[in-house]
């Protein structure tokens, strides 16, 4: 078994606002049936949805100093959304995954491996 | 038999991709297996020379190459650290209680194309992957048959199978359901090869490998229709290879190539696959050029070639591959038929403009409906989006459009929509 991060990248601007009441709720309703279906396969470790990247904030330590800055670390207009963290036993598996989601969020999906855990 | 380094060196290119797809299997590693092999290879050539070829030279160097790497695999186990990277390629058919049998050898290596080929790596790295690991070529010579610095290649290589080993690409056959998304892939590797031994001339010849894997495919997946359909494609092709280039290197047209010079023996093979082709009824893109690369060499001169058949034959490929470039070939056969002025109403709406056959085609048409001026205008055109010197100095002597369904451009014109179509890289 290996362990991979299916990732969403939301684009600065382009928010959920614009669905309707109806569309997010069949929206919930489609994730909450992909999630029942990861937990019910156990692949399912762990998943999240991030709030705003303005929301974030970055810290840094320079020459013992605490340095923080106000918004997200990477100046860039896409920025992570949220994520899902499966166990799959291989790359195949998790594209299939990665479909689903995909097709579920109408976003791409990064799929990404953890570097496997020694002796695992 | 005298046992010399060209001896090694043929038994090199046939055995080569078998022993590492066996050892892949074996060591769940590709370096490993790539190095066991290379080793038991250079061994080879300095104890056979001594002791003269053995009975099963395949053989003899799978089972070298497995003791070789199961001796650097002992002498690494002692590095705990390398054991946590060693549940790899086979791990993921023992997790999916896939039998693990001992198998036919063959097997392997349908894992190991596809492994190669798998949709997650870039065309570059399945092709290099491909030619490197199934071909037994150096990196030099892959990166050479690619106008590519050869540490660039190497460095697109350890890329390829670091992201292999991490991400757990599988190392499986796909399943029948799979086929559609996953083969596609290898084929289009084993045409962009065949391409690429066209455009250059490169040692080892990649036409020939290229061949030689659709050969191999052929054996591995007898029920797929495509895999035939690729193989008769490139025999077809190959058959009139010799007598595509000009002696001042320029492509020669279908209409003045020297039908005497082509291949009758690959033609008969082609023409073979292709009939049992049509007669499945499974037709795909690869099938579909192939019967049209066949109705080419049915024809014993230009002016008995069926247009119309050709004809009906695009039709089909166009309604399977709806790409400008297939539409381009297929106005150029409607032009044998209907005659010009209806090809050019055809071609003008095409928007190919920067591909030179798109303009070479169009000052064709224009110069057989007289309009001189806007010929040369166009010829003009192609001739500055032409690829090499030669067909440059062609087209600026006024030349002719590239024929229809010439093999090279026929093959080049397809090439187009095989490619994978990747956002932001066209």
């Known amino acids: 078994m290996a362990q991979y991060l299916l990732s969403v990248h939301t684009v600065e601007g382009e928010s959920s606002a614009s669905r309707t009441n109806e569309q997010m709720q069949e929206f919930m309703r489609r994730i909450g049936e992909l999630e029942a279906q990861m937990r019910s396969n156990d692949v399912l470790v762990y998943s999240g949805r991030l709030a705003e990247p303005d929301t974030a904030t970055v810290v840094r330590v320079e020459g013992g100093e605490t340095l923080t800055t106000d918004g997200p670390f990477a100046e860039a207009k896409e920025h992570l959304g949220g994520f899902y963290i499966i166990n799959s036993a291989d790359l195949d598996e998790a594209l299939s995954w990665a479909s689903k989601t995909s097709d579920c969020v109408g976003m791409p999906i990064e799929v990404r491996p953890f570097v496997a855990a020694h002796g695992a | ?426």
């Not at chain 2, 370096?31 to 099963?56: I, K, S």
């Not at chain 2, 065949?194 to 010849?205: H, Q, V």
């Not at chain 2, 009824?281 to 024809?299: D, F, P, T, V």
């Not at chain 2, 150029?332 to 005659?339: L, N, S």
């Open chain 2, 1 to 426: 038999m005298r046992v010399d380094e060209a001896v090694v060196g043929r038994i090199f290119r046939e055995e080569f991709g078998r022993s590492v797809a066996a050892l892949c299997r074996a060591f769940g590693d590709i370096d490993v297996a790539e190095d066991a092999v290379q080793e038991a290879f250079a061994v080879a050539l300095t104890r056979w020379q001594r002791d003269g070829l053995p009975q099963n030279p395949g053989g003899w160097i799978t089972t070298t190459a497995r003791n070789r790497g199961i001796d650097r695999l002992r002498r690494e186990l002692r590095g705990r650290e390398l054991l946590g990277e060693m549940a790899l390629l086979s791990a993921a058919g023992d997790d999916r209680g896939v039998p693990e049998e001992d198998g036919p050898v063959d097997d392997d290596r349908l894992r190991l194309i596809f492994t190669c080929c798998h949709p997650a790596l870039s065309q570059e790295a399945q092709v290099a992957l491909t030619l490197r690991l199934l071909g037994g070529l150096s990196t030099r010579e892959v990166a050479s048959s690619f106008l590519v610095a050869e540490p660039t290649m190497a460095k697109r290589l350890v890329r390829a199978k670091r992201k292999i080993k991490a991400a757990r690409i599988p190392y499986r056959a796909p399943a029948d359901h799979e086929l559609p998304t996953r083969l596609p892939p290898v084929l289009a590797v084993i045409y962009l090869v065949y391409n690429a031994g066209l455009a250059r001339t490169a040692e080892p010849s990649l036409c020939d490998e290229a061949i030689r894997l659709a050969r191999l495919l052929v054996t591995l997946m007898p029920d797929e229709p495509e895999v035939a359909g690729l193989l008769a494609l490139l025999l077809l092709a190959e058959s009139r290879r010799a007598s595509r280039i000009r002696p001042d290197g320029s492509l020669a047209l279908l209409a003045e190539q020297d039908r005497g010079g082509w291949d009758r023996a690959l033609i008969d093979e082609g023409r073979a696959v292709v009939r049992q082709c049509l007669r499945r009824g499974q037709l795909g893109r690869y099938q579909l050029q192939a019967a049209i690369s066949a109705e080419h060499a049915n024809a014993a001169t230009i002016a008995e070639t069926n247009w119309p058949e050709i004809v009906a034959l695009y039709d089909r490929l166009l309604a399977i591959a709806p790409t400008p470039v297939v539409a381009l070939n297929r106005a150029i056969a409607i032009g044998e038929v209907e005659g010009p002025a209806a090809a050019l109403a055809l071609v003008d709406h095409l928007g190919l403009e920067g591909y030179y056959p798109f303009h070479a085609t169009r000052g064709d048409l224009l110069q057989r409906l007289g309009r001189e001026r806007e010929a040369a205008a166009a010829f003009a055109r192609a001739a500055a989006l032409a690829p090499t010197d030669a067909e440059r100095e062609f087209l600026e002597r006024g030349g002719r459009a590239p024929s229809p369904g010439s093999p090279q451009r026929c093959l080049k014109l397809a090439t187009g929509p095989v490619k994978r179509s990747r956002p932001g890289r066209q």
